[in-house]
């Protein structure tokens, strides 16, 4: 079973674009709390930005300014706008959830950032 599905990935240049997409089920998305996550190579994964379900946001130092967290409650979908893309940027980006107090997580989706 598939709970949250994530696209959007893709190879782009520095300075280009990127907008991610999470679809999760409701019972994921209500009430809670949804974060983008990023693991780039050689690196831990860490969190990139957060939504709270009331629309409060928390972003990474590193991409303060450059990227936005939203959610859609209606479409159970939180996206991720990627700008002013660095090569640093690139990594494979997750999206999480919470269901019945476990963390969920997506597939994850390949950012590529060329310079």
């Known amino acids: 079973q598939v709970q949250l599905v994530e696209s959007g990935g893709g190879l782009v240049q520095a300075g280009g674009s990127l907008r991610l997409s999470c679809a999760a089920s409701g019972s994921i998305f209500s009430s809670n709390d949804m974060g983008w996550y990023r693991q780039a190579p050689g690196k831990p994964r860490e969190l990139v930005a957060s939504?709270?379900?009331?629309?409060?946001?928390n972003y990474a130092d590193s991409v303060e300014g450059r990227f936005t967290i939203s959610r859609d409650n209606a479409k159970n979908t939180v996206y991720l706008q990627m700008n002013s893309l660095r090569p640093e940027n690139t990594a494979v980006y997750y999206c999480?959830?919470?269901?019945?107090?476990?963390?969920?997580w997506g597939q994850g989706t390949q950012a590529t950032v060329s310079s």
């Open positions: 999480k959830g919470r269901q019945w107090l476990r963390d969920r």
């Open positions: 939504i709270s379900s009331g629309g409060t946001t």
